[in-house]
């Protein structure tokens, strides 16, 4: 039987603690804004549309760091199938692989299996959305030029760990009875990228070509 929702998505499966907004603040409000929207029913399409008179980068942070939280807890759910063995390389199906660069220990394209991979991406997020210099949570300081470079780089990656989990773990998701939920997430992430032109389109060839997962089917 289908563990239900509460059970799957528990916070002992969250591959990373979660980042927290801070009570009082702009973005802890524009965060029960987002919150309050999806709760609702409304149309996704309209949930990820700027707010008037909010700032787009504060927008964007909002939602950089809500995606990295959710998508951490659905690859949580399946990384205890996600092995050496299993996913000996970080890939998306036979026909995409990614390798892993960071400039600094890995300073070239490297080849991984995808816990590692995923470790260091997770590391990698959160210690970029724990910048200051990148995103300030002081009133006053602004962000810095390159803001929206840095969450493009940070959404085109955790669009990988969708990428992983649709094509090699969505037997797992299933039968956890999680695909809806999975689903959904992805449908919102998908929209807001799109909105505000986050992601080129070629960087989601792996799930609009995939037949296990059909794109046109979870964004319709």
Known sequence: MALCLGQVFSKDKTFRPRKRFEPGTQRFELYKKAQASLK??????KVVQLPEGENINDWIAVHVVDFFNRINL????????????????????LRYEYRWQDGHEYRRPTKL???????LLM???????????IFPTRVGVPFPKNFQQ?????????FRVF???YIHHFDSVCSMGAEAHINTCY???YYFISEFSLIEHSELEPLVRNEVCCHSFLVK
């Open 40 to 45: 609702s029913g409304l149309d996704l399409r």
């Open 74 to 93: 659905i690859y949580g759910t399946v990384s205890e199938f996600c092995t050496e063995r299993t996913c000996p390389i970080m890939s998306g199906g």
């Open 113 to 119: 299996p995808a816990l590692k991979y995923m470790n």
């Open 123 to 133: 590391d990698w997020i959160e210690t970029n959305i724990n910048n200051e210099d």
């Open 150 to 158: 840095v969450c493009k780089k940070i959404l085109s990656r955790l």
């Open 163 to 165: 990428v992983h989990v």
């Open 187 to 189: 449908k919102h992430y």
